[in-house]
Structure formats: structure tokens, C-alpha cells
């Protein structure tokens, strides 16, 4: 049983995934040093604190994204989450006029409540992961458009609501390094995901599930509870993201969210998850979410167009697949 729902890590995978998360490393430092050099207004603190920012919210996407890819599945609909849970918080806090909190915590219940529609799609009525997002991120497009009236919904008599991203508590100790508040809620997020993937029999079947699914159910353990389960988190940490993204933005924009999914999922395969799913780190999606966010920053820092960014990321998320087939090619001939 044992061997049936623990992570398999042999040397060889093991040797590929810390290789791939050093090359990430390295791109990442290329990247800044590049972009350094190219543009002097790169390296402003206004600059650095606004990818932050961007890294916060595709961060904490990118985060949920990696469970579920983990699992052997994928989620596309992220970015239409985030936007949804958006309005849900606007609704509750703007127009209910409800306190912060439960402004807070209904828009991560809303994520939760999806992501437990679509882990039920995919575990109980078996509908591939790919059709039960892209389901879902219309869905929830949609209901995003109709609950706002299509209209923005926005938070000015909500006090403290934008202090929530863009405020920092590390001002008032360290001046001189005003790290946003979204940061510090992304590195909480991250470090409390990475503890579960690690040390909790949640993160031990999230991998089995990717690496042998048939051998966990033959093993005894209901396989679609935890699959529904580890949905249900993600969509919760959607919710986080959705908060954010409202509290940056000081409203919520219910026509926003796409390509967010996009960038999620490059950020994962960029930090040396498998899309086959059984391997990944939360540390590699973290240098992941970097990447894109110095990238997308740079890029429009020299003018490059909306569109060749778009191109840009497209050919990044083929590449980072391509390496990881030969990550898999390599350990399976080890």
C-alpha cells in the first residue's frame, strides 16, 4: 500500500527536478540582468514593487494551478475564478455593505464552491479535467458579467480593503523595503501548500493520484474524496487570488481574468511541474510566477506590443513542455 500512494522519486527524477529548478533559477537572473541592462528604469523601486505585485496575484494562481496539475489534471478556468470571486467579495462587501471579513472569507467560499463543482465533474462524472474546466471558466465568465450588472464594482467605502495588497507592514519596521502586503500573502500561501504537498497525507495522494491513480484505488483509498478535495483547495487559493487582484485594483473588473489561467499554468511547467502530473514543487512555481512577471514587466518596459508578449509567452509555455518531455525521456532511460 505504501509503495502505491508515496511519491515516487527515484534518483533519476529527482536529480531532473532539482535541475530544472536551478535552470528556472538561472533564467530568472538572466532575465533581470538583461532587462537591467537594456532599460535604466527597470530597476526602480516603483518597477520592482509593481512585479511584485503581478508576481503576487499569478503566484497564488499559479499555486493552485500546481495542485491540480500535480494530480495529472489541468485547470483552465483560474483566471475566470479569480474574477468571479472578485465580484463575489464586491457583492458582499459594496452592495450588501457587509464587514471586511466576511467580504473576504465569502469570496474564498466561493472558490472553494467551484472548485468542488469541478472536481466533481472530473472525479464522479469522469469528464476529462480539460472539458470540465473550460466548462467551468465559461460558466463562471458568465455569471462573473451577470451578477456585476456587467458593470465594475468598486470598494472606495470599504476602509483597509486596498491596504490588503498594496499596503506593507514591512514598512513599518523596515522603511527602506516596502514589500507589499500581496507578496507577504503570496509566500504564506505558497509556504502553507508546500507544507501540505510534503507532510500531510493530502500532498502524499495529490502525488499518488498524478504518478498511479489506479494503484491508489486498488490500494483502498477513495481516490475521487481526495481528488474533489484537492479542487476544493484550489479553488479556494483562487478566492485568495481574487481578493488580491480587487484589493489592487480597488474593484472588481468582471470582464477581467483572461489569460491570467495562461500565465498560471506556464509559471508551473516553468518551475519543473509535469503536466503528466506526480511531480512539482510549490519553490519551482514561485520562480516560475517570477519569470512571467519580470518578463511580461520587461518586455512592456521596452515597448515591446501586446501582441508579441502574447507571442513571447506562447512559445515559453511550448518550450517549458518540450523540456519537460525530455526531463521524462531522460529519467525513464535512467
Known amino acids: 500500500m505504501s509503495a502505491a500512494i508515496s511519491n515516487p522519486s527515484p534518483a533519476a527524477a529527482l536529480w531532473a527536478t532539482g535541475a530544472q529548478k536551478i535552470l528556472a533559477f538561472a533564467g530568472l537572473i538572466f532575465l533581470v540582468i538583461g532587462f537591467s541592462l537594456a532599460s535604466p528604469n527597470f530597476m526602480q523601486t516603483s518597477n520592482i514593487i509593481s512585479i511584485l505585485q503581478a508576481a503576487s496575484v499569478n503566484g497564488v494562481l499559479a499555486v493552485a494551478a500546481t495542485l491540480v496539475i500535480i494530480t495529472g489534471g489541468i485547470d483552465l478556468s483560474v483566471g475566470a475564478l479569480m474574477t468571479f470571486c472578485a465580484v463575489i467579495c464586491g457583492v458582499l462587501l459594496t452592495y450588501m ?6 467580504g473576504v472569507a465569502g469570496a474564498i467560499l466561493a472558490g472553494i464552491a467551484s472548485g468542488l463543482c469541478s472536481g466533481t465533474f472530473v472525479a464522479k ?3 476529462p479535467p480539460f472539458i470540465a474546466t473550460l466548462g467551468m471558466m465559461l460558466i463562471l465568465r458568465g455569471l462573473s458579467l451577470v451578477i456585476s450588472g456587467t458593470r465594475p464594482i468598486y470598494f472606495n467605502d470599504t476602509p483597509g480593503f486596498t491596504e490588503i495588497a498594496t499596503g506593507s507592514i514591512v514598512r513599518n519596521f523596515l522603511p527602506f523595503l516596502p514589500i507589499p502586503n500581496g507578496v507577504l500573502i503570496l509566500f504564506a500561501v505558497a509556504g502553507i501548500t508546500a507544507y501540505i504537498l510534503g507532510r500531510t497525507i493530502l500532498g502524499r495522494y495529490a502525488y499518488a493520484l498524478g504518478s498511479n491513480e489506479e494503484a ?4 483502498g483509498v477513495n481516490a475521487d474524496r481526495w481528488k474533489i478535495g484537492i479542487y476544493a483547495m484550489a479553488g479556494g487559493i483562487c478566492g485568495i487570488a481574487g481578493v488580491l487582484i480587487a484589493s489592487r485594483l480597488n474593484s472588481a473588473q468582471p470582464a477581467l481574468g483572461m489569460g491570467y489561467e495562461l500565465d498560471a499554468i506556464a509559471a508551473v511547467v516553468i518551475g519543473g511541474t509535469s503536466l503528466s502530473g506526480g511531480r512539482g514543487t510549490i519553490l519551482g512555481t514561485l520562480i516560475g510566477a517570477l519569470i512571467m512577471a519580470v518578463l511580461i514587466n520587461g518586455l ?3 515597448s515591446v506590443a501586446q ?3 502574447t507571442v513571447v509567452t506562447g512559445s515559453i509555455i511550448i518550450l517549458a513542455v518540450y523540456i519537460d518531455i525530455l526531463r521524462r525521456q531522460r529519467a525513464a532511460a535512467a
Open 307 to 309: 501582441e508579441w508578449q
Open 300 to 302: 512592456r518596459i521596452l
Open 97 to 102: 455593505g457587509l464587514p471586511l471579513p466576511i
Open 125 to 127: 462524472l469522469k469528464v
Open 216 to 219: 491508489l484505488r486498488l490500494s
